[in-house]
């Protein structure tokens, strides 16, 4: 019902930049909020940051003021703009979208993308 195609890893020196993007398709009514996931190798999927339907954001601790997540909401298509990259940010990089019930959504995610921080 919904797709999500992310875009824009790849292999960034320490101190760069990348933007990924997340483009959806589909049925897509409803929509509560986007936002990235990440996922390291031996750890837990983790949260980067989100947006809302309303443009409210929030971000994880370890990346505030390093990344931007932001939306085109007449594209169905969500960026996250990550400067200053460290290899600890090194992982694969998820998209994710809820929408319906604020108590149960419908929650779908990309099939990812890696970034890959190192020198």
């Known amino acids: 019902q919904v797709q999500l195609v992310e875009s824009g890893g790849g292999l960034v020196q320490p101190g760069g930049s990348l933007r990924l993007s997340c483009a959806a398709s589909g049925i897509i009514f409803r929509l509560n909020a986007m936002g990235w996931y990440r996922q390291a190798p031996g750890k837990q999927r983790e949260l980067v940051a989100t947006i809302t339907s309303a443009g409210s954001t929030t971000y994880a601790d370890s990346v505030k003021g390093r990344v931007t997540i932001s939306s085109d909401n007449a594209k169905n298509t969500v960026y996250l703009q990550m400067s200053s990259l460290k290899p600890e940010d090194t992982a694969v990089y998820f998209c994710?979208?809820?929408?319906?019930?604020?108590?149960?959504?419908?929650?779908?995610w990309g099939q990812g993308t890696q970034v890959t921080v190192s020198s």
């Open positions: 994710n979208l809820e929408r319906g019930s604020l108590a149960r959504p419908d929650v779908y």
